[in-house]
T-cell receptor
Framework: GESVGLHLPTLSVQEGDNSIINCAYS??????FIWYKQESGKGPQFIID?????DKRQGQRVTVLLNKTVKHLSLQIAATQPGDSAVYFC?????????????FGTGTRLTIIP | GAGVSQSPRYKVAKRGQDVALRCDPI?????LFWYQQALGQGPEFLTY????????KSGLPSDRFFAERPEGSVSTLKIQRTQQEDSAVYLC??????????FGPGTRLTVT
């Protein structure tokens, strides 16, 4: 069935460095891809999304890249800070009445080393 | 403004007990979702409401799980005759636009 998976379960990055979190997906019909950040004891927090007809989208310190040819999604975080330590999930969404659910990957734990 | 709230935050139930988990979505959000998150895993979809209509319940794992949203605002997820495999964090999310879902803190259910 459809799935969204991640290449690496853990990632450690020195504070101030850039980090890249990768995600592979299998459903070509997805309309949107979204990155969520989840801190311990909290619900997932929306970071940034990208529509399937885009290749790149930038936010504040974050950039999402979408490569539809190889079905690959990445999240780049610039100048990482201690507050960036969390688990990051990619998720996909098919915009269709009656099927609005998000399908999440397993997650990557990002640890920022001071 | 207020975000999505869930109660209780923690629930311990003995196997076989019934539990009810409450979700208060962001005011005005039409869509409401329930997800189940096992330890170390990503959230998995359970069910989806648009206003009071339950449009998708394909993720509910068994007929012991039931969700309602009678007035199109607050929602309750009920689990009957809880089993150990029901232990997880239950997340509620609401949205105006389906892919931009705002999550509550979750209810951690432990079945002993």
């Amino acid at each position: 069935g459809e799935s969204v998976g991640l290449h690496l379960p853990t990632l450690s990055v020195q504070e101030g460095d850039n980090s890249i979190i990768n995600c592979a997906y299998s459903n070509s019909a997805s309309d949107y891809f979204i990155w969520y950040k989840q801190e311990s004891g909290k619900g997932p927090q929306f970071i940034i999304d990208i529509r399937s007809n885009m290749d790149k989208r930038q936010g504040q310190r974050v950039t999402v890249l979408l490569n539809k040819t190889v079905k690959h999604l990445s999240l780049q975080i610039a100048a990482t800070q201690p507050g960036d330590s969390a688990v990051y999930f990619c998720a996909e969404n098919i915009v269709k009445f009656g099927n609005e659910k998000l399908t999440f990957g397993t997650g990557t734990r990002l640890t920022i080393i001071p | 403004g207020a975000g999505v709230s869930q109660s209780p935050r923690y629930k311990v139930a003995k196997r076989g007990q019934d539990v009810a988990l409450r979700c208060d979505p962001i005011s005005g959000h039409v869509s409401l979702f329930w997800y189940q998150q096992a330890l170390g895993q990503g959230p998995e979809f359970l069910t989806y409401f648009q206003n009071e209509a339950q449009l998708d319940k394909s993720g509910l794992p068994s007929d012991r799980f039931f969700a309602e949203r009678p007035e199109g605002s607050v929602s309750t997820l009920k689990i009957q005759r809880t089993q150990q495999e029901d232990s997880a964090v239950y997340l509620c999310a609401s949205s105006l636009v389906s892919y931009e879902q705002y999550f509550g803190p979750g209810t951690r259910l432990t079945v002993t």
